[in-house]
């Protein structure tokens, strides 16, 4: 998930997009896009042909496990380049970003995962729209997130030790997109989940000890279009209303998971693309599947045991995918 959403990030910058290397001499002057591929990231010093050019709007570095070694690189790139939109410094290892990133005014987009040593963020980034951290913490630091209101999307990626999320997540009234990946210790959810009223798409993927959805309180999510839940071997399955306009729901890696769970005909009229993967005991689609009658695509992949289509299925006149794989 990490590297879909980094490269739809640069994948809008079309011909303006550069990718830069120890051997690279010039760079045009209408770059506003720049990626490190294989630069040595171990020096403080910024490439002469990047520090030459005109105002960057972009800085990520494409080698995948490699990032800043130093924060007096990422010091440097904020020094020369204050337009700079999004700023990509996943995989590097220091425990504190730089104060001047809050100076940053026009940053949108802040990936600092793959890092658990950064302990917090500065309190002048509440203009950030987009944030991936990681943390090695067993629980966020006071205040690391409560303060960006105006942020849209939140990827919170392998934290091994963390076992609850902030209660600061109440605050991010803007939020759109939330997601949970790679909690192995993770046993509940904060009640601020509520709060998110504006939250559109939610994924919660590998937490192994995550055993019981606050469901009330994804209850209140109204405006939820995308639910994907993967990789939570003790999830059990409750009841949950008020789904109407969910679009899309994936559910894979749940061995409790037997059949589709009932709260799901409340998004009849809505929902459009339902994936059932990898889980074991998965044995029966409901009759009540014809009343999903906007559903498009059904994929079920890689559950063993199996199964016979119920005879309502003709009701499904929009769809036009049908995929069983087991």
């Known amino acids: 998930m990490h590297d879909l959403v980094h490269d739809l990030a640069l994948s809008a910058a079309g ?10 001499q010039n760079i045009s002057g209408e770059v506003r896009r720049v990626t490190f591929s294989d630069y040595d990231l171990s020096g403080r010093e910024l490439p002469a042909s990047v520090v ?29 380049f204050m337009q700079l939109r999004v700023l990509d410094i996943s995989d590097s290892c220091f425990d504190e970003l730089p104060s001047s990133v809050g100076e940053l005014n026009y940053l949108r987009y802040l990936d600092v995962s793959a890092n658990g040593s950064i302990k917090e963020l500065p309190d002048s980034i509440n203009n950030l729209r987009h944030l991936h951290i990681t943390t090695n913490e067993a629980s966020f630091p006071d205040k690391a997130i409560g303060c960006l209101s105006s942020l849209r999307s939140l990827y919170i990626r392998s934290c091994k030790n963390l076992v609850s999320l902030s209660e600061d997540l109440l605050h991010l009234t803007s939020l759109r997109t939330l997601a949970i990946i790679g ?15 504006a939250l559109e798409n939610l994924l919660i ?44 729901l994936v559910l894979a890696g749940l061995p409790q998971l037997v059949s589709l769970p009932r709260w799901l005909e409340g998004a009849s009229a809505t929902l459009q693309y339902l994936r059932v993967e990898r889980c074991p005991n998965f044995a029966a689609l409901p009759k009540w599947l014809e009343n999903l009658t906007a559903l498009e695509k059904l994929e079920i992949s890689k559950c063993r045991k199996s199964f016979s289509l119920p ?12 995929h069983i794989d087991n």
């Open 183 to 197: 909690y192995p210790r993770l046993t509940f959810f904060p009640s601020a989940m509520k709060h998110l009223t």
């Open 205 to 248: 993927v590998d937490c192994e000890e995550l055993t019981l959805l606050e469901w009330q309180d994804i209850e209140g999510l109204r405006m939820l279009r995308s639910l994907v839940i993967g990789g939570l071997p003790e999830l059990e399955s409750k009841d949950v209303q008020c789904l109407e306009n969910l679009q899309i």
């Open 311 to 322: 005879e309502g299925m003709s009701c499904l006149t929009n769809l036009k995918v049908l």
């Open 15 to 24: 011909v303006e997009f550069f990718a830069v290397n120890s051997h690279m």
């Open 52 to 80: 030459s050019n005109r105002p960057l709007r972009t800085i990520s570095f494409s080698v995948d496990g490699v990032g800043p070694m130093s924060s007096m690189f990422v010091e440097n790139c904020i020094a020369r």
